[in-house]
């Protein structure tokens, strides 16, 4: 378990994160979010004891990271592919990794064979591609058998069977009963290998809370409908005690596409046909994740881009 607790740092005047605190559990993929310059990669660095905060604490299995001798055996942890020696073979860098941390030989082998790479251990790492320094260090992570590990954008440059294969292997370690904080800007990964997750926007705490209530959060839900008669049906639901939004100008002979929340989808129907108004589109949308990040996330941004033209 990883257990964060008032957590800050900061850097002479600027803060990079303030008083922080969550939980992740074992037995669960546990998602961290957050804009660029959130403060995730500060954070992960003082859950690894990387970084000393300056005021709380981080802890993993109840010590800070650093009271944990040989720390392969307790925490796994990928937070750049591309700090390996290029000049080493990958047996070579996890080899040294086992020695210093008092794990068998023989463990090396193990985890290349279990991350796809046997048949490229004695390679050079400089030549590897950037989706094969993510399973080296995927190896490197799983070489103590730990039963804590923390990814940082593991699946940058990885093909989409690489991106499969990855979202399975921590699906199965969380299943083992392990502990997996997984860093990513990818929705549609933290959507399909997430159980829960935690949301930071500054360096502050947005949301600690399963994926599906989080995504319920967002105002994506509700009912696309596309008509010819957008601004009709628009003063017809409103009327009904509906909200209605246009996503999209309108289109040739009025035709309009309308988020529509409020009503559900077969009420709106009832209503179009009791008005003689012709549908093209009437469909019921789940609540979106990305949508949800999106909103919760909107005045953390550092530098948002300008809408475009």
């Given at each position: 378990?990883?257990?964060?607790?008032?957590?800050?740092?900061?850097?002479?005047?600027?803060?990079?994160?303030?008083?922080?605190?969550?939980?992740?559990?074992?037995?669960?993929?546990?998602?961290?979010?957050?804009?660029?310059?959130?403060?995730?990669?500060?954070?992960?660095?003082?859950?690894?004891?990387?970084?000393?905060?300056?005021?709380?604490t981080a802890t993993v299995g109840g010590?800070?990271?650093?009271?944990?001798?040989?720390?392969?055996?307790?925490?796994?942890?990928?937070?750049?592919?591309?700090?390996?020696?290029?000049?080493?073979?990958?047996?070579?860098?996890?080899?040294?990794?086992?020695?210093?941390?008092?794990?068998?030989?023989?463990?090396?082998?193990?985890?290349?064979?279990?991350?796809?790479?046997?048949?490229?251990?004695?390679?050079?790492?400089?030549?590897?591609?950037?989706?094969?320094?993510?399973?080296?260090?995927?190896?490197?992570?799983?070489?103590?058998?730990?039963?804590?590990?923390?990814?940082?954008?593991?699946?940058?440059?990885?093909?989409?069977?690489?991106?499969?294969?990855?979202?399975?292997?921590?699906?199965?370690?969380?299943?083992?009963?392990?502990?997996?904080?997984?860093?990513?800007?990818?929705?549609?990964?933290?959507?399909?290998?997430?159980?829960?997750?935690?949301?930071?926007?500054?360096?502050?705490?947005?949301?600690?809370?399963?994926?599906?209530?989080?995504?319920?959060?967002?105002?994506?839900?509700?009912?696309?409908?596309?008509?010819?008669?957008?601004?009709?049906?628009?003063?017809?639901?409103?009327?009904?005690?509906?909200?209605?939004?246009?996503?999209?100008?309108?289109?040739?002979?009025?035709?309009?596409?309308?988020?529509?929340?409020?009503?559900?989808?077969?009420?709106?129907?009832?209503?179009?046909?009791?008005?003689?108004?012709?549908?093209?589109?009437?469909?019921?949308?789940?609540?979106?994740?990305?949508?949800?990040?999106?909103?919760?996330?909107?005045?953390?941004?550092?530098?948002?881009?300008?809408?475009?033209?």
């Amino acid at each position: 378990m990883i257990e964060v607790s008032e957590l800050t740092k900061r850097y002479g005047a600027r803060t990079a994160v303030e008083r922080l605190s969550f939980t992740v559990r074992p037995g669960r993929v546990t998602g961290f979010l957050g804009p660029n310059g959130a403060g995730k990669s500060t954070t992960l660095r003082m859950v690894l004891g990387l970084e000393a905060p300056t005021a709380g604490t981080a802890t993993v299995g109840g010590v800070p990271f650093r009271d944990h001798p040989r720390g392969l055996r307790h925490v796994g942890a990928l937070l750049d592919a591309g700090h390996v020696h290029g000049g080493r073979s990958a047996a070579a860098h996890l080899s040294a990794l086992a020695r210093g941390n008092g794990i068998a030989r023989r463990r090396a082998d193990e985890v290349l064979d279990e991350v796809g790479l046997a048949g490229a251990a004695n390679r050079r790492v400089g030549g590897f591609s950037l989706g094969m320094k993510q399973r080296l260090g995927i190896a490197a992570a799983l070489l103590g058998d730990p039963p804590v590990l923390v990814f940082d954008e593991p699946v940058n440059g990885m093909d989409p069977e690489g991106v499969l294969w990855a979202r399975r292997l921590f699906r199965r370690l969380a299943a083992e009963g392990r502990t997996v904080f997984l860093s990513s800007h990818l929705m549609s990964e933290m959507e399909n290998t997430a159980d829960d997750l935690v949301v930071i926007g500054r360096g502050r705490l947005i949301a600690a809370e399963p994926v599906r209530e989080f995504a319920a959060r967002g105002s994506a839900r509700g009912v696309v409908v596309v008509t010819p008669r957008a601004a009709d049906l628009t003063a017809v639901l409103t009327a009904a005690g509906a909200s209605v939004e246009p996503e999209s100008p309108e289109g040739p002979a009025g035709a309009g596409r309308l988020a529509v929340t409020g009503l559900p989808a077969d009420r709106i129907a009832d209503l179009a046909l009791e008005h003689r108004i012709r549908l093209d589109e009437l469909t019921t949308r789940a609540a979106s994740l990305e949508r949800a990040f999106m909103e919760l996330t909107a005045d953390s941004v550092e530098h948002p881009a300008g809408k475009p033209r």
